[in-house]
T-cell receptor, first 115, second 116 residues
């Protein structure tokens, strides 16, 4: 599949503020999107997912927004905490294809929390 | 429940050698996927195994191979190592059955391979 990209390699926010991490995807056939968080020395950790029949999905302190018209995905983190410091990846795949192609990951955004 | 376990954690090899990496999925998970992570290319899908069969394969040369055992444990092999194979190799397991999606992959911490 085509690559999924992120707008910013680094995002610095103040502790307690809300963070918004953006992702642009180019494969219009993708119908399932996932956000992962990767801390130093660890593998990616699932945060939240969304299917293309939805525009918004909320989790604990996180919200994912999907705009299929402009092929844009965003992850919002409320009240950012020091433990949120990590690299965040968006990923896409074709749910309708039975997950046949594996996940296509974006390059990642490094979220830095300022005290 | 124990997470995905990958061994070894670090590995140093020289060009031309071969290497085998091991992955033990979360108990009860039948699908195991492998990904390569490098600073330049990011995370790239290698292949996926389900019930001892390779179900999907990414865009990597035939030097990269894998297998899955009846207990769902998986191994990945890279033959004739090249400098560009230096990377973090991540294994992920999923409980999904055939026909389901890639959702909620659970990743291990990876094996950091350095090729000199």
């Amino acid at each position: 599949g085509e690559s999924v990209g992120l707008h910013l390699p680094t995002l610095s926010v103040q502790e307690g503020d809300n963070s918004i991490i953006n992702c642009a995807y180019s494969n219009s056939a993708s119908d399932y999107f996932i956000w992962y968080k990767q801390e130093s020395g660890k593998g990616p950790q699932f945060i939240i997912d969304i299917r293309s029949n939805m525009d918004k999905r909320q989790g604990q302190r996180v919200t994912v927004l999907l705009n299929k018209t402009v092929k844009h995905l965003s992850l919002q983190i409320a009240a950012t905490q020091p433990g949120d410091s990590a690299v965040y990846f968006c990923a896409e795949t074709m749910y309708s294809g039975g997950g046949a192609d594996g996940l296509t990951f974006g390059k990642g955004t490094h979220l830095i929390i300022q005290p | 429940k124990a997470g995905v376990t990958q061994t070894p954690r670090y590995l140093i090899k020289t060009r031309g050698q071969q290497v085998t990496l091991s992955c033990s999925p979360i108990s009860g998970h039948r699908s195991v996927s492998w990904y390569q992570q490098t600073p330049g290319q990011g995370l790239q899908f290698l292949f996926e195994y389900f019930s001892e069969t390779q179900r999907n394969k990414g865009n990597f040369p035939g030097r990269f191979s894998g297998r899955q055992f009846s207990n769902s444990r998986s191994e990945m092999n890279v033959s004739t190592l090249e400098l560009g194979d230096s990377a973090l190799y991540l294994c992920a397991s999923s409980p999904r059955d055939r026909g389901a999606t890639n959702e909620k992959l659970f990743f291990g911490s990876g094996t950091q391979l350095s090729v000199l």
